[in-house]
């Protein structure tokens, strides 16, 4: 169990802060805060078999698709993704959704979003590596899921 640092982490049109850790919790949960910004870049559809994430819109609208179903969620509505569940979110609205994730187990923890943030600012000139997103997406559980 990894100790959050709980800063404030900044990416292109989305900032997550954990506000749970797993030490927190003894490993039972962890739980952030995000801001997404209108059509921000969203990571693209993709599962976790470890943890169950629980989102709480708690303003604006966040647009959920979950195993092929469409589902929208605004202030005061929450939703659960199952393990195994492939997922996506996007806010398809002119004003800044924000929401409260926790995840049971606490695997889904604060280092994702750092490794995260690091790769998309430093994108200034092109498009991100997305090999090296990849790669932080294997090392934390959280595994893409292609088009069909």
């Known amino acids: 169990m990894a100790a959050a640092s709980k800063q404030l982490i900044r990416s292109p049109g989305i900032d997550v802060q954990f506000v749970i850790d797993a030490e927190d919790s003894g490993g039972s949960t962890t739980a952030f805060i995000a801001r997404l910004a209108p059509g921000a870049p969203t990571p693209p559809p993709h599962l976790h078999e470890a943890w169950d994430e629980t989102v709480f819109c708690t303003e604006g609208t966040v647009t959920y698709?979950?195993?092929?179903?469409?589902?929208?969620?605004?202030?005061?509505?929450?939703?659960?993704?199952?393990?195994?569940?492939?997922?996506?979110?996007?806010?398809?609205?002119?004003?800044?959704?924000?929401?409260?994730?926790?995840?049971?187990?606490?695997?889904?923890?604060?280092?994702?979003?750092?490794?995260i943030a690091e790769i998309l600012n430093a994108a200034t000139d092109g498009p991100p590596d997305f090999a090296a997103i990849m790669a932080v997406q294997a090392r934390h559980g959280v595994t893409p899921v292609p088009p069909t």
């Open 65 to 115: 698709v979950i195993d092929g179903v469409k589902r929208e969620i605004s202030k005061g509505e929450a939703l659960c993704v199952k393990r195994g569940q492939t997922h996506k979110f996007d806010n398809l609205t002119d004003v800044d959704a924000w929401m409260l994730v926790v995840s049971c187990p606490g695997l889904f923890e604060e280092d994702y979003f750092l490794s």
